[in-house]
């Protein structure tokens, strides 16, 4: 018992240190693209959005200027925010930034503290998390896939008057206002009176106050709260087990904290030491030399260390209690203390798993659909083949070339046999969301090429394999379950139709879209040749591996200057690594909660085996049956499912399949405990008692 709570002690140090980093780079990064300085954090906010071309008696230098003098005047911090690809296709946010008072400290950490002034005319420094930029100060970030310019953009932080030193591509600009809610009044009014073109209603208030909470320190409490619960459990098996031991020394006198001491202060002590050594190594392994940035981790250890502390003296005044209440007497009474106990651990049993069901079924679900992810991915996502998104930038105030690039991208992405595929009407939940009303009988949808679909096998009507090469044009392939009835797509496209039987579902190469990558018998638009009418998104972007061929044909079409190529083996890699940690995380979470289920039948199955010992011991002596010595006990620990199973499908709205699977593995696994225990009893005590040991 006292094993299982070192290795219980472990996984707690290391999962809230997980917990601790991983809340960390989220909303450390969230706080920094939403410039969440907690100087804001009681102010209000106000967005205004404007072009230069509604100026035509000032330039929007001159208008800045007004905004600083005025920002000056009411101690008004405001952010001007200009987004764009760059020449590796990374999403890049420049945030060009002006205050006489706000300070950078709290908001983001530099590798040497190097700090530059946002209201110094003359300041060339900058801020970015591009470690790449040799000219900017860095700003550290404890994993680099948060500041890869793919998965969130990269950022830089910029004083007001740099604006203005580079050449920007688009002139809209989003500002942001941060201050009293009424020095950002007075500011608003003072630009609506100088310049007519602006109307008050142009500013909006914006809420910005929301600071992502630090979820870490919520997630290891309650994790410390439960290991405490199960660590209480087991204290409570060790004084059972030494019942006899505790009742003889009260009987000669012994004080109740002695009798702790001699038989748990050690044991708390090196609880208490295991988890200090093991917070300490799982620091090294997630953050290592980090820098500044690594204060932000040892101080949430710390707190959560804390927290520990006290529920491991929160269980060591349980115990206390527990061995000050049992007297001398009990260990005479003993079967009535044992029954006592074992209906006792029946009871907690029962409600744990009333109150963590919900939950726990959740996390369950989730981590078996990271884990299906994983595998289906695996399987079906050539990294070789989606090894690259190619993609077209062109402003969209060029509209009669982006019309032109539509047509164009079909044409190239064929001749050099890259895939196409839009999965955007994949998933009809998605508009619901957003209350858009679709038609009855609305049907999934998408858009795919011959490059997509070379790999999957269809069927026709009459179970022959389908050849795409002897459809003529573009095709609507249809599930054969619709034959004969009504249905329609998102976009209400007619092609001909073929109607056919699908041997795999339909994987989306976009591996970032977990919550419809994977589509089952959609209507599937089979494209050969371009159609300007509809469906243009599947023309934005092509999956590819031999980039250069597809590179040289878009530089011959006169595309150079817009293509825009991704590796999409960080984002790949990202995503993977985020799946398998959800899975094992579910995983983790379920072995937790598991052993809490599974200390308390070994309590039960050790009070039972205690107390029928003698008798057992008789029973096979007398030649009695398995079954026969030991029906109560399996009886006893199916029980709690006989209060659980109805309960949870009358009063939970949770899957009825996934309860019964739930059930089926603990029922399983209960049962594979007791035939352990039943083992081990038979071939250690039962052996004594027969000789009077």
């Known amino acids: 018992m006292k094993k299982i709570s070192y290795v219980l002690i472990i996984q707690l140090a290391i999962a809230t240190t997980y917990l601790i980093v991983t809340s960390f780079n989220i909303r450390y990064t969230f706080n920094l693209e939403n410039f969440l300085h ?14 230069e071309s509604i100026f035509t008696s000032v330039s929007s230098e001159e208008f800045m200027e007004t905004l600083k003098n005025a920002s000056d005047e009411n101690e008004v ?31 983001f950490y530099t590798q040497n503290g190097d700090r530059i002034s946002w209201s110094d005319s003359g300041e060339a420094s900058y801020y970015s998390t591009n470690r790449e930029d040799s000219s900017a100060v860095t700003i550290q970030m404890l994993d680099e896939s948060y500041a890869s310019g793919r998965l969130y953009p990269l950022l830089y932080f910029r004083p007001l008057h740099q604006l203005y030193e580079r050449p920007q591509k688009d002139s809209y ?28 209603s142009q500013f909006l208030k914006v ?15 309650l994790l410390s709260v439960g290991i405490a619960l199960i660590l209480l459990i087991i204290l409570i098996g060790i004084i059972n087990q030494h019942l006899k031991e505790v009742s003889v020394r009260k009987m000669m006198g012994h004080s109740d904290v002695r009798i702790q001491w001699r038989l748990l202060g050690r044991f708390f002590l090196l609880l ?23 204060t932000a981790i040892y101080k949430g250890q710390l707190k959560i260390l804390t927290y520990f502390a006290a529920g491991l003296l929160a269980v060591f005044i349980g115990s206390y209690v527990y061995i000050r209440y049992t007297s001398s007497a009990m260990y005479l009474k003993k079967k009535s203390t044992y029954k006592m106990l074992l209906y006792g651990n029946l009871v907690v049993k029962i409600l744990i798993f009333i109150l963590v069901i919900t939950p726990l079924l959740t996390k369950l679900e989730g981590g078996y659909r990271s884990f299906r992810d994983v595998i289906y991915r695996e399987r079906k996502h050539d990294a070789d083949l989606y090894r690259y998104n190619v993609s077209l930038d062109i402003p969209m105030s060029d ?145 590819y591996s031999d980039l250069e061929g597809l590179r040289e044909s878009f530089e011959a079409a006169g595309y150079g200057d817009a293509l825009r190529v991704t590796d999409l083996r960080p984002v790949y890699d990202f995503y993977m690594d985020e799946y398998r940690q959800e899975a094992l995380e579910s995983l983790y979470i379920f072995v937790l909660y598991l052993s809490v289920v599974l200390i308390l039948l070994y309590e039960i199955i050790y009070l039972h085996l205690e107390e029928k010992r003698q008798l057992i011991s008789i029973q096979y002596l007398l030649g009695k049956s398995y079954g026969e010595r030991y029906r ?36 399983l696994l209960e049962m594979i405990l007791v035939s352990g225990l039943i083992t081990r009893f038979e071939s250690t005590d039962m052996v004594k008692t027969i000789k009077g040991v």
């Not at 907690?38 to 072009?51: A, K, L, R």
């Not at 760059?86 to 008072?101: G, H, K, L, Q």
């Not at 208490?272 to 690594?294: E, M, P, R, S």
């Open 38 to 51: 907690p100087d804001f954090g009681d102010e209000s906010t106000y967005s205004f959005m404007f072009d």
């Open 77 to 107: 911090t405001f952010r001007v925010i200009v987004g764009y690809s760059d020449e590796m296709n990374r999403n890049v946010m420049e945030n060009y930034i002006y205050s006489s008072s706000v300070e950078i400290e709290d908001l």
């Open 173 to 200: 600009y989003v500002v942001y206002f941060y201050g009293e809610g009424s020095d950002i009044r007075m500011v608003r009014d003072e630009v609506v009176n100088t310049y007519g073109q602006i109307q008050s």
């Open 207 to 221: 809420d910005t106050k929301t600071f992502m909470p630090d979820e870490s320190i919520r997630q290891g409490t």
């Open 272 to 294: 208490l030491l295991i988890y200090i050594i093991t917070l300490g190594i799982a620091y090294w392994f997630f953050v290592g030399d980090a820098g500044n940035i690594g």
């Open 399 to 543: 509209f009669d070339r982006i019309m032109k690039m539509f047509g164009d991208a079909f044409e190239i992405s064929e001749k050099e046999n890259a895939v196409l595929a839009d999965f955007t009407d994949a998933d009809l939940s998605l508009f619901e969301e957003f209350d858009v009303e679709l038609e009855p009988n609305t049907i999934s949808s998408i858009v795919v090429n011959t490059e997509y679909l070379k790999d999957y096998k269809i069927l026709r009507e009459d179970g022959t394999v389908l050849d795409l090469e002897t459809l003529q044009g573009n095709t609507m392939l249809v599930p054969l379950e619709l034959k004969g009835k009504p249905f329609t797509t998102i976009s209400q496209k007619e092609y001909p139709k073929v109607y056919v039987e699908f041997q795999d579902a339909f994987y989306n190469p976009d591996i970032s879209k977990r919550d419809h990558f994977k589509v089952k018998d959609p209507i599937v638009f089979y494209t050969k040749e371009y159609d300007a009418s509809g469906m243009q998104t599947l023309y934005g972007a092509v999956y």
């Open 632 to 667: 109560n006990l399996y009886l006893m620990s199916l029980v709690s499912y006989a209060v659980l199973i109805p309960y949870s499908l009358i009063f939970l709205k949770v899957s009825t399949v996934s309860l019964l699977v739930l059930f089926s593995i603990l029922i």
